[in-house]
């Protein structure tokens, strides 16, 4: 027997598995500077797990083509994405769905300083 889960329940375990939601705020890699990047406006709300334009709980878009890749703003440079979704199995037998959603930005950005910046950044 297949256990389902909505997409909420996935969304609100899958997030109770993270740290705490400060891991997903977009921080320099590599850098010469640790001045933090201005994340984009808009984002997602977990409450509905629907797209908002501004105030989301996380700054980021689904990863498609019409929205915007990046998780910061102002920002000048290379991006890559990949989107896998498959099944997974459990030891106890039972299926369960993922939906993994990988990117990186390296280049320029504007920090929250103001000041021109460097930075590789990762996102999973």
């Known amino acids: 027997m ?4 909505s997409r909420r329940r996935f969304v609100g375990a899958t997030m109770a598995s993270i740290a705490g939601v400060e891991l997903l705020r977009a921080v320099p890699a590599f850098a010469k500077s640790t001045s933090a990047p201005k994340p984009i406006p808009g984002g997602l709300s977990l409450a509905t797990f629907s797209r908002v334009p501004a105030n989301p709980d996380v700054h980021v878009l689904p990863p498609a083509v019409g929205f915007e890749m990046s998780t910061i703003t102002d920002f000048n440079g290379t991006i890559a994405a990949a989107d896998m979704q498959g099944t997974a199995s459990g030891s106890d037998g039972s299926s369960w ?4 959603d990988m990117r990186f930005m390296d280049g320029e950005y504007v920090g929250e300083d103001g000041e021109h910046h460097h930075g590789t950044f990762g996102f999973v």
């Open 97 to 100: 769905f993922f939906d993994a």
């Open 2 to 5: 297949v256990d389902t889960m």
